[in-house]
């Protein structure tokens, strides 16, 4: 089974700086995606960033310029560096990842990780 472990979230004050990890594990063969999700109450959830295989990063609006991902593929990782934060990337953070293991189904299954609370205050 796919596990995807996250850590690094915790409480700063606006235009600090946090970094957020997503480890994966299990018998992993292949990674298509990892990318970063948030989700506040009474909102949709929606796309913080994302990594493809080949290294194409997408970025939503309000975050591009601020925040980068990264990723570590032999240690199927991926990093979210956050700069400047403010109040409203309050959210919980969710690592997702598409990923292809033994015993899944051909061409991979999307994991979610259980979150993490970011919070930025003023």
């Known amino acids: 089974q796919v596990q995807l472990v996250e850590s690094g979230g915790g409480l700063v004050q606006a235009g600090g700086s946090l970094r957020l990890s997503c480890a994966a594990s299990?018998?992993?063969?292949?990674?298509?995606?990892m990318a970063w999700y948030r989700q506040v109450v009474g909102k949709q959830r929606e796309l913080v960033a994302r990594?493809?295989?080949?290294?194409?990063?997408t970025y939503g609006d309000s975050v591009r310029g601020r925040f980068t991902i990264e990723r570590d593929i032999p240690k199927f990782t991926v990093f979210l560096q956050m700069n400047n934060l403010k109040p409203d990337d309050t959210a919980v953070y969710l690592c997702?990842?598409?990923?292809?293991?033994?015993?899944?189904?051909?061409?991979?299954?999307?994991?979610w990780g259980e979150g993490v609370l970011v919070t930025v205050s003023s």
């Open positions: 990594i493809t295989t080949d290294g194409t990063t």
């Open positions: 997702n990842a598409d990923i292809g293991a033994v015993g899944g189904y051909w061409g991979g299954m999307e994991y």
């Open positions: 299990g018998r992993i063969l292949t990674v298509n995606h």
